[in-house]
């Protein structure tokens, strides 16, 4: 059994900042396994596709969307199993529900969300 469970999303006004996190737990993990897991946060806005924020690859290489490049920095703590996002100089179009993703082997698992809303 894999959990992954979300925090530190809320409301925002622009320019803001928050600092999201994701605690992974269960049997699977140990400090090794998640250190090398691709890991990651996306986002779904309302009426739009859930998009890649930033995530890791194998090993430290990180990714990020375009539009939040500079603003957003991607971390982790392999001895906590956790993974942040902190997001810098919100706007509005940062609104949206925010996922952690993490990937062992050939299965994904998902949190279920913590919402961002920033506002104008």
């Known amino acids: 059994q894999v959990q992954l469970v979300e925090s530190g999303g809320g409301l925002v006004q622009t320019g803001g900042s928050l600092r999201l996190s994701c605690a992974a737990s269960?049997?699977?993990?140990?400090?090794?396994?998640?250190?090398?897991?691709?890991m990651g946060w996306y986002r779904q806005a309302p009426g739009k596709q859930r998009e890649l924020v930033a995530a890791y690859g194998r090993g430290r290489s990180t990714n990020y969307a375009d539009s939040v490049r500079g603003r957003f920095t991607i971390s982790r703590d392999n001895a906590k199993n956790t993974v942040y996002l902190q997001m810098n100089s919100l706007k509005p179009e940062d609104t949206g529900v925010y996922y952690c993703?993490?990937?062992?082997?050939?299965?994904?698992?998902w949190g279920q969300g913590t919402q961002v809303t920033v506002s104008s």
């Open positions: 993703n993490v990937a062992i082997g050939p299965a994904d698992y």
């Open positions: 269960g049997s699977i993990f140990s400090s090794n396994i998640f250190s090398i897991s691709p």
